[in-house]
């Protein structure tokens, strides 16, 4: 039988759900207003007040928020409560203008810990279980996510972080770890090395909440039959809280939003006009319970499609497909959102010729980043060791920017494709 | 002897370095040593020719990195101990050696090594007096 972490709100009526919408977004946006001068000069840009939004059918009248006003709000020019209220940030990698940055009072924390206590449950988590969160923990919102949520479903919570793979199977056999929480590239690794050392009989493994990342249904398969599990898929940002916006439910039909923190939209990416249901677009949010960060109609730049169907789990929110895209051109590496033009800034410092490409390939369910850069005669010298030095301080410089690894191949000048003048900038050679 | 070698950056893919020897024999550049450092992604291929100014410019012509490194090239005796005897000077006259290499051929019962070092013209001088 389906069991939910909070049944009157999972599978309120679709009219209780759109009261509740109603009556918080006129208060969000009120809130706003009088606490966010960025936000309200927006509105009165488009010569609205509070006023003008009554309720749900208003939501399309208001502007936009995008990663730009992030950047030209960094950082504390969309929060909406003093400083001395809030309790936590989180925030994403990259540097200023790309990092995001996101504050939470006690109340925001409660709620996200909530919506993740609900994906748990939705995967079958009890009191009784022992869940495992290879998440990172840290700035990166899935460790404390899942962490906050697995606590209020009262399981034995093993705040693992990522990393260190013979440590996290010796947990997972020894403390018998039921639910595993982490990326899925990650969750396939740990699947496979499980398989290579014969442990699958020792572990005791159930279900996984998986997300950060794009993963295919080849992969899901491919994980639940290693691990002998039922894997789900979990969404959310930084800027909306972190992952628990969205959740999978026994359905494993799509992503159940939750409608009373968040209202979703599909629009056009081109011309921003609302699309009618069922269309493909990009998502938009706006928070309706946050206080310290309240995003109003944030475009997320994910393109997926919202469906209504009935589901035969009985929750009534609205479900979210697997996003099938970007309408910008960020890459979620590793679960790591990297920018091409974050690259391209490194290499301009670093000495190197703007002309780069990027590729990005799954091998062994694992993503690998690779930069090709052209050398130059300014670079090259007769000495390998010269240039091995250059490029190790490269290749540090495109970490501590983009908090990952990547390898960084040098190659002869014009050597790197240009189609009809154009450089083609990025190779994603993953299929999902 | 001081001469100017030629550094050349290829990358490891097939044919790279056959568009350079066939750059140079086209133009009837003759080779007189080579030597390539590799990594898994690149190598830097160290030519020794004997029109290095002509040969640079063809090669730069056709989209190659080219460096010019003044190396100096050192007539070793072609018996046990040879090579040893000319180390131990560079040694004793402490130059840091950054790479070194053989050249083709033999001649008067000499080999002929080309020196990539910290102080060219110093180790020039020192051995000058050796022959």
Redesign the interface.
Known sequence: MERYYQPEIETASREQILAWQNERLVKQVRHVWDNVPYYRKKMEEKGLTPDDIRGVEDLRKLPFLSKDDLRDAYPYGLLAKPLKDCVRIQSTSGTTGRRVVAFYTQHDIDLWEDCCARAIVAAGGTSEDVCHVSYGYGLFTGGPGLNGGSHRVGCLTLPMSSGNTDRQLQFMVDLGSTILCCTPSYAAYLAESIHERGLRDQIKLKAGIFGAEAWSEEMRRDIEAKLGIKAYDIYGLTETSGPGVAFECSEQTGMHINEDHFIAEIIDPDTGEVLPEGSKGELVFTSITKEAFPLLRYRTRDICVLSRKPCSCGRTHVKMSKPMGRSDDMLIVKGVNVFPSQIETVLLEQGYPANYQIVVDRVNNSDTLEVMVE???EN?????GK??EMEKGLVAALKAMLGIYAKV???????ITRSEGKAVRVIDKRKI | MMIQQLSVFLENRAGQLSSVTELLAQNHVDMQALNIAETADYGVLRLIVDMPQRAAGLLRENGFIVRETPVVLIPVSDKPGGLNAVLNTIAAANIDIEYMYSGMGQKNGLAYMIFRVSEPEKLDSVLSGLF
Do not use: C, E, G
């Open positions: 050398m130059t005669p090259f010298s007769d000495s390998l240039i091995t191949r040098l190659v002869a000048p014009k050597s």
